[in-house]
């Protein structure tokens, strides 16, 4: 049984696989079966395979779709969005599934259209992603050639158009209401929910908006059903998941694994272990916006609840490894500098708190911090807490300075003392 | 209702509104920033932050927004948690990382919202050790300066300018902490409500520049309640005044909003706001003056013109007292002339100093029958003149021949509120709540239908959803039209174009679908057809719909309909005046015209007027500007203006208001009527009439003699409290607890404190003693509560949030008698088919109307003037080819009384054959008589200059 469904098409070479080589693997078979299904049937079978959104929320993904208010009452304009705007840092999974297999994201954004009854579909891509860009917007090209997409898809009746925009670069958009506001040519500020985009969206039009890996999920499961995708995870979690690696290891990269595979498995296996002579301190999980979690975690399953239960969350599943050579205090005085540049400058504790952590930070790597600046980070940490802010953006920037403040306490009392920082 | 607890308090409360909002209303404490009673919840700020339990075992509760929160039954609340409190202290550290804390420099600084809530929250111990970041400063204008440094980010300047009154140039610039509210350049704000942001930003980012040319601070200004005189509207305002020192009299230094849920709201137009600077201005009348008898030789002088000097008083009063004695003998004829733009108090004295027989409206036959006709049709029972919280609930809005935004700005404000009623309804059905303004606002973007025919439409042109531009005899055509198919939809035979029928039929259809229609007009066309069509639309609807229907007909001038209240039948215009003239020519008896705060050269054409002047021997100005007529006046008397003196006006949905007197005006500045009393105090004897005049001492008897003599105006008696009222035996104070300086003003001088000057019209106080608290008495303009020192001061004297002031509103409806208005009969000539007249490329002029420049007294406001454009002329230059007329080129309209020279303007809206000229924009004042008219067109020569 296929046990790589996301990377089947993915090969050593840089090339986008074309619509012939797709569809002599088997491409669009899901696409066609969903046309024979009741979109309903498709909500639940989505449901039921324990898809969660890829993104980094984890959210049951049918569930999301079954919030769109269908029938004769429901607005007849409904919208489906792809959230590629793949800014996390330390995250560079949705980018290899767009250059490699657009056709792969088509599919599974055409099923959801159809499930959810979506005519219009728009591709919001990170705008440094020009390759993926241009290898999708061929790829829509080539399956409107083929009737795949546009009017009367395969004498189904169902229409759908996808259009590709890209982003004027604002992490911001990774938010999906943020997304759906610069989509519409407004400030990228995030919306207040509810109303959920589900029910009020793109243009006050029910809209689901899913992350590139998600609908890369769907075509599969829909052809080989639910009980093969939920075999394919090795614990809790269903399917298969892009996971990666960056830091000091020997082999950085993206691999699509099982869901659950091992944090230990990840790093020592497929990105090869630390480089020589270099030990691991901690990581981050699931990118920039995560926890940090340390070598106790090890052995640990990436799964949603798993990770989340050990103080972190699993977000986009790529883990940042820091080893005990970095200065875990600049690490996270970086990570901070993007979330306060990236703030969309709305909320009051996000807007103006973010800029002073960076400034406390930079004090404190500079070697002029004081011992009361790590009182302050601490507040910080909390006014910036989930409930606080206007969004998630502020309580993912504080996810790594919180929990840094904890695990690498020594590292900031060290700067402060030593009035330097004791990595240089 | 629902029942909520708050820090242990049980409250029943709307469950229709938010946390934030309820609180407010129940009179709690919560700082707040993002949210604006007007403007609803949008969460940015966090300042408002709550606890809310799960239930009494619930000891920690969680963090909340209250202004995002709904009210749930049964819930509990808490404002004084600690951590609540720690939250918002936490919130104001953070704005004021990057606040300069200027307050001593600050224009903002005593009425500030961001001062206040900093105190409110406790915090006061900033640990940022860092840099502020600083912005540039842009130009905005001659209203506003702009500081962005003082900035907080509670985006309430481009959620009012851009969302609220659909401005399109003010944006939120780029993002963090280094958010910019600007426009993309430096420029003049564009939108005519700018001003409001004054009053909306929490802080002094946005402050008033003509304020900070002569300011002081807050609690340094006496105010009193008044009524904006720039349009019909009847705006409630708080302008403020004060010494400048040195021993010289109070000056007007600024105008601010008073709250009127009927009718202003939260906000004026930028006219309103701005306007006042008129009464400081080179061309106010300070003194009095007599002309010299000399003769003119001065080459800038128009033939006629008087030459004036200062004389004493007591030497002009004796001069006029003579002359009223010589009335009273019938040795001279006294006329008198009235005025659209003063109170009614000042319109009866001058009435009854020389009888009603020889009493003029000021104005001409069309502006006086047009307001008649506003008159009968308010008075039919079908007829509903709406309140602006009834005008913002309109669900379908036609405009006949209206440009609103110029000619009544605030209504405009309103309708283009009314427009988002489709978006609010969509909001009901998917469970928002309305006050989530952001989430309503981002549904779907076709508003509420707005229909216009007409011939010009500014600012609401991008929301209306069909336009008809035509000349005001289509128009009205189309409207009878569009009357006929509401009352007859199937077989109506309206004679009109396909595409006009076509938009007849849908809008048709869209006002009878329509729950609560809206019909908007006005005099500004000076067609009767017009006022009739509107009138007979909002009938047939009203029959239809078996309840009232609203009309909102705009007037003029401030106090239009209270003076067409003098008159009735075809009495009183000016037309008239002229006919007795005539009718006296051989009269040996000569005439003495007393003309009462009026310009009558906006009122009458050039050639009658020199036909009047001539006739007249002597001609008596009372007023406080110098225009064209005070150059023909052999007396001149300062009259006192709004602002300096009180009386009563009635606004265009017949609303009688009083306004008071801020302050005393310069010198021997006096309402006209006092100057009318103390001339005939100096006549040896007198009369009946003449006595009863003596009898006046305060404004009040005017009032209530006005209550006896007009039944109409009977609500006069009972608007506001006389003179001798008195609350716990106070008077009320003008000037706030905190007023500085009483001693250091006139140090001097003397250094003894001078006794206030006593007012004798209203139980008023110039000074601080007396009664502060605007909960007591809707005479308290200085809206202030302990700890709410800014404008949002007013929560605590509302029933509640965005409602009524508590002792309920100020202002009376008058009591007209209610009877069906005439059937209009369909004019006998068809209007469209009269002649041109022979003359070379004939135009017929429509009047166009201009918030900077339409308003005569706005216009000497030096900030107005700035803002105003120099006179041009609207041609259609793609439809009317007309040799040697470019866009932007000057051109020369040639009249009967006169060549008036102004840039051709292209306006593909203008129906071809006509133009549209601004009505009193300065340079073109004169030709306002003349609107609607013909006029010859042609191209400018190089050096032409205006000639007669």
């Given at each position: 049984m296929l046990i790589n469904p996301l990377t089947k098409n993915v090969t050593d070479q840089n090339i986008a696989t074309d619509l012939e080589r797709y569809l002599g693997n088997g491409g669009y078979v899901g696409w066609r079966k969903a046309h024979t299904i009741d979109p309903d049937k498709i909500i639940d079978l989505v449901k039921d395979g324990g898809l969660r959104g890829r993104?980094?929320?984890?959210?049951n993904t049918g569930l999301k779709w079954s919030f769109v208010p269908r029938g004769a009452d429901a607005p007849e304009q409904k919208f489906i969005v792809c959230n590629a705007d793949e800014m996390e840092p330390g995250t560079f999974k949705d980018r290899l599934l767009m250059e490699r297999d657009p056709h792969l994201l088509l599919e599974g954004m055409a099923i959801a259209a159809y499930a959810i009854g979506a005519s219009i579909g728009y591709i919001f891509i990170r705008g440094e992603y020009h390759l993926a860009a241009e290898r999708l917007e061929y790829a829509i090209e080539e399956a409107k050639a083929q009737g795949l997409l546009g009017t009367d898809i395969c004498a189904s009746g169902f229409s759908l158009e996808i259009f590709v925009h890209r982003s004027a670069g604002n992490y911001i958009c990774g938010e999906e209401t943020a997304l759906l506001n610069a989509l519409e040519g407004r400030r990228a500020i995030p919306r207040a929910k509810p109303p959920f985009p589900q029910v009020s969206g793109l243009w006050g039009k029910p809209t689901v908006v899913n992350n590139v890996e998600t609908f890369c999920n769907i075509p599969h499961l829909v052809e080989f059903g639910v009980d093969w995708y939920r075999g394919l995870g090795r614990g809790e979690d269903a399917g298969s998941k892009l996971f990666g690696v960056s830091g000091h290891v020997k082999n950085p990269g993206t691999w699509e694994l099982p869901m659950g595979t091992p944090i230990r498995e990840i790093i020592e296996q497929h990105a090869g272990g630390m480089h020589d002579g270099l030990r691991l301190r901690g990581l981050l999980p699931g990118g920039g916006s995560t926890d940090f979690l340390g070598p106790e975690h090890l052995d640990l399953p990436m799964d949603y609840d798993v990770i989340g239960k050990a103080g972190s969350r699993m977000g986009t599943g790529t883990i940042i490894v820091l080893d005990n050579k970095t200065c875990p205090v600049g690490l996270v005085l970086n990570l901070s500098q993007f979330f306060a540049r990236e703030s969309c400058g709305w909320c009051t504790p996000c807007r103006d708190g973010l800029p002073w952590v960076v400034k406390i930070l930079q004090r404190i790597e500079a070697g002029e911090g004081r011992s009361e600046d790590l009182d302050l980070l601490h507040e910080q940490c909390k006014r910036i807490g989930p409930g606080n802010t206007f969004c998630a953006l502020a309580p993912g920037a504080a996810e790594p300075l919180q929990s840094a403040l904890v695990r690498f306490e020594q590292d900031f009392f060290n700067h402060i003392n030593q009035h330097r920082c004791p990595y240089r | 209702m629902p029942t909520i607890t708050i820090d242990g308090e049980k409250y029943q409360v709307d469950g229709e509104q938010n946390l934030l909002n309820t609180c407010l209303s129940l009179g709690l404490d919560i700082p707040y920033f993002c949210w604006h009673p007007a403007m609803g919840s949008v969460g940015a700020c966090r300042q408002c932050a709550m606890i809310e339990y799960?239930?009494?075992?619930?000891?920690?509760g969680r963090l909340i927004i209250s202004c995002m929160t709904p009210i749930r039954d049964g819930a509990i609340y808490s404002i004084e948690a600690e951590a609540a409190e720690t939250f918002r202290g936490s919130i104001i550290e953070n704005l004021m990382i990057n606040h300069p804390h200027d307050c001593p420099v600050c224009e903002e600084g005593g009425e500030c919202h961001l001062q206040d809530m900093t105190e409110m929250s406790g915090h006061t111990l900033r640990r940022y050790r860092g840099t502020k970041r600083t912005h540039r400063n842009q130009y905005l204008g001659p209203f506003i300066n702009h500081e962005m440094n003082r900035c907080i980010t509670c985006y309430r300047c481009v959620r009012f300018y851009d969302d609220y009154a659909g401005g399109m140039d003010l944006q939120a610039l780029g993002r963090n902490d280094q958010v910019y509210f600007g426009r993309q350049e430096e420029g003049r704000l564009e939108n005519g409500f700018s001003g409001n942001l004054v009053e909306v930003?929490?802080?002094?980012?946005?402050?008033d520049k003509t304020f900070s040319a002569h300011f002081v601070r807050k609690w340094d200004l006496q105010t009193a309640p008044s009524i904006c005189e720039h349009c019909a509207v009847g705006c409630n305002t708080a302008p403020g005044a004060r010494e400048p020192g040195n021993g010289h009299e109070p000056i007007l230094r600024r105008v601010i909003n008073l709250y009127h849920r009927d009718i202003n709201g939260y906000f004026l137009c930028d006219r309103g706001r701005f306007g006042y600077e008129y009464i400081n201005s080179a061309t106010r009348i300070e003194k009095v003056f007599s002309a010299r008898h000399e003769t003119v030789i001065s080459s800038t002088a128009q033939s006629g013109d008087r030459l004036h000097r200062e004389v004493a008083p007591q030497k002009a009063l004796l001069h006029l007292a003579q002359q009223i004695s010589a009335a009273q003998d019938n040795r001279r004829h006294m006329l008198g002339i009235g005025s659209p733009r003063t109170s009614l108090e000042n319109n009866f004295a001058l009435r009854q100093l020389v009888g009603p027989e020889n009493f003029f409206s000021g104005l001409n036959q069309r502006d006086q029958e047009l307001l008649q006709l506003v008159n009968n049709i308010q008075s039919d029972n079908r007829i509903l003149c709406p309140t602006t919280p009834e005008i913002e609930a309109a669900d379908a809005v036609f405009i006949l021949a209206e440009d609103i935004y110029n000619t009544a700005p605030r209504i405009s404000l309103a309708i283009r509120q009314a427009a988002r009623n489709r978006q609010k309804q969509q909001a009901q059905s998917l469970k928002i709540p309305l006050w989530q303004d952001a989430s309503v606002r981002q549904l779907e973007g076709n508003g509420s239908p707005i229909i216009f025919a007409g011939t010009e439409l500014t600012d609401l042109e991008n929301i209306a959803s069909t336009t008809l531009f035509e000349t005001p005899e289509k128009v009205a055509q189309f409207a009878r039209s569009l009357a006929l198919l509401l009352s007859n939809p199937e077989n109506a035979q309206t004679g009109l174009e396909p595409q006009q029928q076509e938009i007849a039929v849908h809008a048709a259809e869209i006002l009878r679908n329509a729950k609560n229609p809206l019909i908007i007009s006005g005099t500004s066309s000076k067609h009767a057809e017009i006022l009739h069509a509107a009138a007979q639309i909002a009938t047939t609807l009203s029959e239809q719909k078996t309840v009232p229907v609203m009309l909102y007909l705009a007037c003029d001038e401030v106090n239009s309909l209270g003076l067409s209240q003098f008159f009735s039948g075809e009495s009183g215009y000016l037309e008239q005046l002229l006919q007795t003239l005539r009718e006296r020519e051989q009269s040996e008896v000569p005439t003495t015209l007393i003309v009462l705060e009026n310009d009558l050269y906006r009122r009458l054409d050039r050639k009658s007027l020199a036909h009047l002047f001539e006739h007249i021997d002597e001609v008596v100005l009372l007023d406080t500007l110098f225009h064209s007529t005070s150059k023909r006046a052999d007396w001149i008397f300062p009259a006192a203006a709004t602002a300096e003196s009180q009386g009563t006006v009635v606004n265009a949905n017949g609303l009688a208001q009083r306004f008071y007197a801020i302050y005393e005006g310069k010198g021997f500045i006096q309402e006209s009527w006092r100057w009318l009393v103390d001339a005939v105090e100096f006549c040896t004897e007198k009369s009946g009439a003449l006595s009863q005049i003596t009898s006046w001492k305060h404004s009040t008897d005017l009032s209530e003699a006005i209550a006896r003599e007009f039944k109409t105006l009977e609500v006069l008696n009972v608007l506001g409290p006389d003179e001798n009222y008195r609350i716990d035996g106070l008077k009320v104070a003008r000037q706030s607890g905190r007023y500085s300086g009483r001693t250091a003003v006139h140090a001097q001088e003397h250094v003894s404190e001078e006794p206030p000057i006593q007012d004798p019209d209203a139980p008023m106080n110039f000074s601080m003693e007396g009664i502060h608290n605007p909960d007591k008495t809707q005479l308290q303009a200085n809206i202030w509560s302990p700890g709410w020192n800014s404008n949002q001061s007013i929560n605590k004297f509302q029933e509640q949030i965005g409602g009524e002031r508590k002792g309920g509103p100020s202002g009376l409806a008058i009591k007209r008698s209610k009877h069906p208005m005439p059937e209009w009969i369909t004019p006998a000539k068809e209007t469209a088919t009269e002649e041109l007249p022979d003359i070379p490329n004939p135009v017929q002029m429509q009047p166009v109307y201009r918030l900077f420049g339409s308003g005569e007294l706005s216009n000497q406001s030096k900030c107005i003037v700035e803002a105003t454009e120099a006179p041009f002329v609207l041609i259609n230059l793609a439809e009317a080819k007309i040799p040697g007329i470019h866009d932007g080129q000057p051109i020369e309209l040639v009249t009967s009384c006169g060549t008036y020279r102004a840039e051709a303007r292209s306006a593909p809206t203008i129906p071809p054959g006509n133009v549209g000229v601004p009505y009193g924009l300065p340079g073109l004042e004169t030709l306002t008589p003349l609107l609607p008219g013909y006029a010859s067109l042609r191209p400018a020569e190089a050096s032409a200059s205006i000639e007669d």
């Open positions: 993104g980094g929320a984890g959210f | 799960k239930g009494k075992e619930d000891q920690s930003c929490p802080t002094g980012v946005f402050t």
